[in-house]
């Protein structure tokens, strides 16, 4: 009996010394708080070490991949960098990042990654018809509307004035012919035409007629105005003039009326043609009144109207 619970404790010893002991469960590996660790002390190779291949925790994926891409390319492996953001923004539509907080190298592999995620969405098809709307630049002086000046008033009155330089000779009225010379005289005017064939104008100059074996000399100052009409290059005008001349006699300074009929010839793309004027002049003194008779004959100017 003795030897019987001997051996069982013998056997128990044997079975508890059989079986192990229950050691304590190591603690897990926790890779992303170790790539932070490897990124935040510049050890790029240890991110990239540590973190490609690992399995994480549910909801560390986009930490995993963000520190991946985030090392690959600041040590230029931009393919690798490139694939990395893909599958982080196919993780989750809020992954983005923010241009002024990301450095360039890194950057510009995520908006490569993400332009390539994109490209399915965007129209590539040209926009042939779509003109971009400049802004406008600063006004300048040239950018200023500039307006033609006004146009010139254009006027005929040169094409209407005439004007008349002529010789002048007195007929007796009396049986006191004198010398030829005491017959002579000279004659200068200018006229506007009017409409309806009238026509207004000055005449200025000195009537001569011999006067008792001597000659007495009138010069006068008229105003004219009349009426006339014009076929083809001849014209036939009515005129009577008046104003005032100077005399020899008891009065220096004595009225005068002059009526006139002219005849003139002027083609009408010339500037010079001639008249001839059949004129009577009568003085008006306080105490006579003297009346001679005369031709003249002249030249006619009249600015063309071209």
Known sequence: ?????????LSLCVCALAVPAFAAKPPVRDVIAEAQQCYGTGDLA???RVLSGAVVAPGQE???FRLLAFAAARLDQHDAARQHFATWLNLSPHNRLERATTPPN???DYTAALLAAQTDALDWTPQVENHAVLAPLGVTPTDLPRFAPPPRVHSDLPQRMSYLIGVHGSLPTKNDWGPPWAHIGIAMGIELDLPYGLRVGGL????QRPDNGAYRWNPYTLLRAGIGGQWGD???DLLIGGGVALDTGDDSVVGALAPALRYHWRPAERLVGFYTELASQTLFGSKTTTEVIGITLGVLLRPTSH
């Not at 009996?1 to 404790?9: E, N, Y």
Request: proline share 0%; charged share 10%.
């Open 62 to 64: 986009s930490e995993q």
């Open 1 to 9: 009996m003795t030897s019987r619970v001997l051996r069982a404790l």
């Open 106 to 108: 890194v950057y510009q």
């Open 204 to 207: 200025f100059g000195g009537w």
């Open 46 to 48: 240890c991110v990239l």
């Open 234 to 236: 001849h014209g036939l």
